[in-house]
């Protein structure tokens, strides 16, 4: 059995090593780790293979096939991500203020490392090396519980980055992959409050809601990704359907795809049979109110609504559409049935754009762009822990920053109080 407080403490320790590593240092080793991600490529494909070929054999629905399989491409994109994080700016050390009080006493914030992080996740292989290696470079040492789905990926990911870490003459308790607990083990790490610092259950709601209620350690959820696209009365609907097109099927499986479609009805008439269409054309159910299924004329690929439809995760090539009075009724539709996480409006009105970007509250707000655009390697963060849904500590895609907390330096000269 896999001795969860060994490992715990083992990783508290290395945390603290992490925590002062020059710059330099930490890039060296990152850089040599894009390198052997890549040149081990082979090896790690085959066994994602084994993993896929498992899975499909045991029934594992489309959506996590394919949030499970790794290809040369995905692969090329992991080692890019950690170079990226090579070049980032360190944030362990940034002064974020400094000043002084009356007391004469000078003041600094500083950014540091969170200490251990435990990332809970299923499916996603490159999370292994995703999370590491900006816990790493933040400082942080991490413990990674992926699932049973992944494991071998998992493993092979694991062990090459603690092989780099050994040749670097680095903590290998840096990283761990954790494997085969059960769910009475999952709450013994759970409860491991004196060496991890924070939880992050990366997964379907199941997952998410067991470590919330099982975890003396304070956790930040990545939940499910129910994100609208708003076509507005004034959009330049070629581009509009373009992206509404691509919102959804560029990764269907993704949390940050398209799963609602509001069209203002000013222009519902000349949009709406041709987004159906070419959604159509992609191979997309489209899951309509009654004026869409009227405005389309309905087809093999459209289906009515139901109250179910809205509001909720595909994670497949399915999307609701529903036609809306101006701005302020998709608003209230996205208030009702968003999940915090992704909206796009698209429009030409920039007072409208901007009324948009201010009143709906979601992690990322596009103008004028796919859904699919708010992810840590697009948005510049080199890779992402994930997308926090969470409104504390972090919200959205979580790179190097929101991987650190600020604390106090205060210097004086004798101050007494």
């Given at each position: 059995m896999t001795d969860v407080r060994a490992l715990a403490q083992a990783a508290r320790i290395a945390s603290r090593e992490l925590a002062c590593l020059d710059t330099s240092r930490k890039n060296e080793f990152l850089i040599d780790l894009a390198?052997?991600?890549?040149?081990?490529?082979?090896?790690?494909?085959?066994?994602?293979?084994?993993?896929?070929?498992?899975?499909?054999?045991?029934?594992?629905?489309?959506?996590?096939l394919a949030r499970l399989a790794l290809t040369p491409k995905s692969l090329a994109q992991l080692s890019d991500?950690?170079?990226?994080?090579?070049?980032?700016?360190?944030?362990?050390?940034?002064?974020?203020?400094?000043?002084?009080?009356?007391?004469?006493?000078?003041?600094?914030?500083?950014?540091?490392?969170?200490?251990?992080?435990?990332m809970i996740y299923e499916a996603r292989p490159g999370v292994t090396i995703d999370a590491f290696a900006l816990c790493f470079k933040a400082g942080n040492a991490c413990l990674l519980k992926?699932?049973?789905?992944?494991?071998?990926?998992?493993?092979?990911?694991?062990?090459?980055?603690?092989?780099?870490?050994?040749?670097?003459?680095?903590?290998e308790a840096a990283t761990t992959s954790i494997t085969g607990l059960d769910r009475?083990?999952?709450?013994?790490?759970?409860?491991?409050?004196?060496?991890?610092?924070?939880?992050?259950?990366?997964?379907?709601?199941e997952l998410i809601r067991f470590v919330a209620q099982n975890s003396r350690i304070p956790t930040i959820q990545h939940y499910q990704g129910v994100c609208h696209?708003?076509?507005?009365?004034?959009?330049?609907?070629?581009?509009?359907?373009?992206?509404?097109?691509?919102?959804?099927?560029?990764?269907?499986?993704?949390?940050?795809?398209?799963?609602?479609?509001?069209?203002?009805?000013?222009?519902?008439s000349a949009f709406v049979p041709r987004?159906?269409?070419?959604?159509?054309?992609?191979?997309v159910e489209v899951r309509g109110d009654e004026e869409v299924i009227l405005l389309s004329g309905g087809g093999p690929h459209v289906r009515a609504a139901t109250p179910d439809d809205f509001g909720r995760e595909f994670l497949s090539l399915t999307l609701a559409m529903r036609v809306v009075d101006g701005l302020d009724e998709a608003i209230a539709h996205i208030h009702r049935y968003s999940s915090g996480h992704t909206e796009a409006i698209l429009t030409r009105d920039q007072a409208v754009a901007d009324a948009f970007c201010t009143r709906v509250q979601s992690s990322c707000v596009l103008v004028n762009a796919s859904t699919r655009f708010n992810d840590?390697?697009?948005?510049?963060?080199?890779?992402?822990?994930g997308i926090s849904t969470s409104r504390l500590h972090a919200f959205g895609p979580m790179g190097l920053e929101e991987l650190t907390i600020q604390r106090f330096v205060v210097r004086g000269e004798g101050q007494t109080r």
């Open positions: 390198r052997e991600i890549s040149s081990r490529e082979g090896e790690i494909l085959a066994a994602n293979a084994e993993d896929v070929g498992a899975a499909r054999a045991a029934g594992l629905d489309e959506a996590k991500g950690v170079r990226q994080i090579a070049a980032l700016p360190d944030p362990v050390g940034a002064v974020v203020k400094d000043y002084e009080v009356p007391s004469g006493l000078r003041v600094k914030r500083i950014r540091s490392p969170l200490g251990v992080i435990c992926g699932g049973k789905e992944a494991a071998r990926s998992n493993a092979l990911l694991a062990s090459l980055a603690r092989g780099v870490l050994a040749r670097h003459k680095l903590p009475e083990a999952m709450r013994d790490l759970l409860a491991l409050d004196e060496f991890i610092d924070l939880v992050i259950p990366r997964g379907g709601h696209v708003f076509v507005e009365a004034s959009a330049d609907l070629d581009l509009a359907v373009r992206i509404c097109v691509n919102a959804k099927t560029s990764a269907p499986a993704t949390c940050n795809a398209a799963e609602c479609v509001l069209v203002d009805t000013r222009v519902a987004l159906v269409r070419a959604l159509g054309d992609a191979g840590g390697y697009q948005l510049g963060l080199g890779a992402e822990i």
